[in-house]
């Protein structure tokens, strides 16, 4: 079982920067690609970013390539999203999730632990 707390979430205006951490339990975290979703009201969960578990392999949606940077620090546990020139179109709540399928990476389904999230609002 892999228990996933985020944090760093908050009010940013547009154009501005939050960075998102996703702290795992497991202590074979490095073993497990990690996911950040992100849900809207009244909109179905979509992915935003994954990162392979050697870290080598990052992908992004569409919506936030160029903006929003995914890492992460095995030796810490942690996932990190950092997000840049921030739109109110991303304001949702982010969710970041592990699995250790090897495939699909961009489906909620493939993911089998997650977090309980962190809101994102960004005022224009």
């Known amino acids: 079982q892999v228990h996933l707390v985020e944090s760093g979430g908050g009010l940013v205006q547009a154009g501005g920067s939050l960075r998102l951490s996703c702290a795992a339990s497991?202590?074979?975290?490095?073993?497990?690609?990690m996911g950040w979703f992100r849900q809207a009201p009244g909109k179905e969960r979509e992915f935003v970013a994954t990162?392979?578990?050697?870290?080598?392999?990052?992908y992004y949606a569409d919506s936030v390539k160029g903006r929003f940077t995914i890492s992460r620090d095995n030796a810490k546990n942690t996932v990190y999203l950092q997000m840049n020139s921030l739109k109110p179109e991303d304001t949702a709540v982010y969710y970041c999730?592990?699995?250790?399928?090897?495939?699909?990476?961009?489906?909620?389904?493939?993911?089998?632990?997650w977090g309980q999230g962190t809101q994102v609002t960004v005022s224009s």
């Open positions: 999730a592990a699995t250790r399928r090897d495939s699909n990476w961009y489906s909620p389904n493939t993911y089998d632990y």
């Open positions: 497991e202590r074979t975290f490095s073993s497990y690609t």
């Open positions: 990162i392979r578990w050697s870290g080598g392999s990052t």
